[in-house]
């Protein structure tokens, strides 16, 4: 994981990013542990308020939402090129 910082609070682990989008590889490998994905819980601030994919699916909606059906949280490849069309 590059540029990730993790952090022990109380016997939960913690990820610290850069880049919001790249939190989605620690993620992904807590996920691949679990029955259930985890809750994910970002502390941002952004200008904004797009959803996610609205720049690459260029306002497409139904496209952005195709691509987040199409992660693939057990493969290290399929997230990082996630992580590049956030």
């Known amino acids: 994981m590059i540029n990730t910082d993790v952090i022990n609070i109380h016997g939960k682990e913690g990820y610290i990013v850069e880049n919001h989008q790249r939190v989605l590889m620690p993620w992904a490998i807590v996920r691949r542990n679990l029955e259930q994905a985890p809750i994910l ?46």
């Open 41 to 86: 819980i970002t502390l941002d601030h952004h200008m904004d308020t797009m959803g996610p994919f609205c720049v690459y699916a260029d306002g497409d909606m139904d496209l952005a939402d195709k691509l987040i059906e199409k992660v693939d949280y057990n493969s290290n490849a399929c997230i990082n090129s996630t992580i590049m069309k956030l």
